[in-house]
């Protein structure tokens, strides 16, 4: 089992469409989670961050968090092509080492 | 300007010979990792140092060499004995054992000719 999944997607959605990308983990110590948007050839940059259970908003992004089931999600409200990506989770475990996951690939179609 | 700087941008290598990516930050971060990813691919890390004069193996370190003598320097060496190494390498940066925000530098391609 990776420690860090993710669909590879692509997701196509449309303009001013809802897209929703998951994440699951396996260690169960770990302490913070993020997502990360990678344009192609560039570096990732970080969208947000959540380390509680529930709900975390910036702008159109949202991120849910549920440890019991190890999973974590993140909604993008309002998508615009600009958003098109690969959209990165990553998991930080206990001993602070930061694993990712493969990453889906979203296309937002105008 | 704050952040991480990775040189070079792009460098080519001949097969046997090693290659040593740097990464500087001036972010005063304790906490700096390496990661290398393939085309399509996520990100697999290869070391990561939370402390001067510490460092831990990731899931690929075989092949590859890194030290941290300061706090603002993690160079990465990839040796010959890194069969496939052509790949992007991505140095990132965090602050303190309870920090949140990761930082990544601009990336260093790296291909074998």
């Known amino acids: 089992q990776k420690e860090v999944e993710q669909n590879s997607g692509p997701l196509s959605v449309p303009e001013g469409a809802i897209a929703s990308l998951n994440c699951t983990y396996s260690?169960?110590?770990?302490?913070?989670f993020f997502w990360y948007r990678q344009y192609s050839g560039k570096s990732p940059e970080l969208i947000m961050f959540?380390?509680?259970?529930g709900d975390k908003e910036d702008g159109r992004f949202t991120a849910q968090l549920n440890k019991a089931s190890q999973y974590v999600s993140l909604l993008i409200r309002d998508s615009q092509p600009s958003d098109s990506a690969t959209y990165l989770c990553?998991?930080?475990?206990?001993?602070?080492?930061?694993?990712f996951g493969a990453g889906t690939r979203l296309t937002v179609k105008p | 300007d704050g952040g991480i700087t990775q040189s070079p941008k792009y460098l080519f290598r001949k097969e046997g010979q090693n290659v040593t990516l740097s990464c500087e930050q001036n972010?005063?971060?304790?906490?700096m990792y390496w990661y290398r990813q393939d085309p399509g691919q996520g990100l697999r890390l290869i070391y990561y140092?939370?402390?001067?004069?510490?460092?831990q193996k990731g899931d690929i370190a075989e092949g590859y060499s890194v030290s941290r003598e300061k706090k603002e320097s993690f160079p990465l060496t990839v040796t010959s004995a890194q069969k496939n190494p052509t790949a992007f390498y991505l140095c990132?940066?965090?602050?303190?054992?309870?920090?949140?925000?990761?930082?990544f530098g601009e990336g260093s391609w790296l291909t074998v000719v």
């Open positions: 990132a940066s965090r602050t303190g054992a309870t920090g949140n925000t990761i930082y």
């Open positions: 260690d169960r110590g770990s302490q913070s």
């Open positions: 959540i380390y509680s259970n």
């Open positions: 990553a998991v930080r475990r206990n001993n602070n080492d930061m694993r």
């Open positions: 972010l005063n971060h304790d906490a």
């Open positions: 140092s939370q402390i001067v004069n510490d460092f």
